[in-house]
């Protein structure tokens, strides 16, 4: 891809000076403006609205999220404070930070925030492009999400977004293809990068794979073609139908929001006509990865995805 060459994620065109390598080629719907600032020079100290935790024994807080009127300022353990002005679509990332990791902090929180400013619904999901559609496998952390999407990947389908899945939501719900990266487990790497990928860090937690650009294919956005609740089971994989009252708490729960009456009711309200028009499923199957492939042909023979006369 040459340096002319138009990129986008989340349905974002980027303006910037700074480098990216895990975007998609193609025009987005708007425009981001990136730059960057040292982090000191953002931080914040008041109290945070919103905090994450790493998912090990120790609980330290590895994430914050401050705001000030307008303004937002996110900060994480591994790469530094950032600001973001969702309204105006700019965002200051930490100058002193890793490359390949402040970028993926950079599609996280920050951009959520101004998808979400934009009208989007983002959702904790995965997203793989089944025949054309995308396919949404929803979970919290630690659900088997990334290792099914990894899955797809594997067998030749299209990796759309591997945590964060960005919907469009109006008469018809569209995704927005996310960053064209994976953060696999070790023991899933094995050594050797996936067909299809690049290895850019090895981490303890970790292992950072890019998506090479004949796999990533382009940022236009696809139809949603269903929502798929990832739920455990000993050895059974099924597919079971969720009527649509009944999938508006997992939804809402999976939805990114900040607090407040007025988010929360714009957010139910966009999460409900999210699944208004759209299939929504559980997907039973055992977390083992010798059941991957039965899982992914289950899900290739579903009812919705089945060509509609």
Same mark, same amino acid.
């Not at 990332?93 to 929180?109: H, I, K, Q, Y």
């Given at each position: ?11 974002? #065109? ?13 025009? *987005? ?21 919103? &905090? ?6 120790? *609980? ?10 307008? +303004? ?13 002005? $969702?309204?105006?679509?700019? +965002?200051?990332?930490?100058?002193? =930070?890793? @490359? =390949?990791?402040? &970028? ?26 089944v025949g054309g559609a995308a396919v949404l496998l929803a979970a919290p952390g630690q659900h088997g999400k990334t290792t099914l999407a %990894?899955?797809?990947? #594997? ?22 293809? *996310? ?22 860090? +090895?981490? $303890? ?7 090479? @650009? =004949?796999? =990533? ?10 929502? %798929?609740?990832?739920?455990?089971? @000993?050895?059974?994989?099924?597919? @079971? ?7 508006? $708490?997992?939804?809402?729960?999976? *939805?990114?929001? +900040? ?14 006509? !999210? ?7 559980? !997907? ?26």
């Amino acid at each position: 891809m040459t340096a002319a060459s138009p990129l986008a994620v989340f349905g974002f #065109s980027v303006e910037s000076e700074l480098r990216f390598r895990f975007m998609r080629a193609g025009v *987005g719907e708007d425009v981001l403006t990136v730059d960057e600032a040292p982090s000191d020079s953002m931080a914040q100290h008041d109290r945070p609205i919103h &905090e994450w935790k790493f998912k090990d024994p120790t *609980g330290d807080v590895s994430g914050s999220l401050h705001r000030s009127g307008s +303004i937002y300022h996110f900060w994480s353990a591994d790469a530094g404070w950032f600001r973001i002005d $969702p309204g105006a679509r700019h +965002i200051t990332v930490p100058r002193e =930070a890793d @490359e =390949a990791t402040r &970028e993926l902090r950079l599609w996280g929180v920050p951009t959520t925030l101004c998808a979400v400013d934009r009208g989007d619904v983002s959702l904790h999901a995965a997203a793989v492009d089944v025949g054309g559609a995308a396919v949404l496998l929803a979970a919290p952390g630690q659900h088997g999400k990334t290792t099914l999407a %990894l899955a797809f990947h #594997s067998l030749g389908h299209r990796m759309l977004s591997e945590d964060v899945s960005c919907c469009h939501v109006a008469t018809t719900a569209t995704l927005f293809p *996310g960053p064209a990266s994976l953060r696999v487990r070790p023991d899933m790497f094995r050594g050797t990068a996936p067909d299809g990928t690049t290895v850019v860090a +090895i981490k $303890p937690d970790r292992v950072l794979l890019q998506i090479d @650009e =004949a796999r =990533a294919g382009t940022a236009d956005p696809l139809p949603v073609r269903a929502i %798929l609740f990832l739920r455990q089971s @000993e050895d059974e994989i099924r597919l @079971e139908p969720v009527a649509k009252v009944r999938a508006l $708490p997992d939804l809402y729960a999976l *939805g990114f929001r +900040i607090g407040g009456t007025d988010a929360t009711a714009e957010s139910f309200a966009k999460i409900s006509r !999210l699944a208004a028009g759209t299939a929504v499923w559980n !997907l039973h199957r055992p977390l083992r990865v010798d059941a991957l492939e039965a899982v992914i042909a289950c899900i290739a023979d579903a009812p919705f995805l089945r060509v509609r006369e």
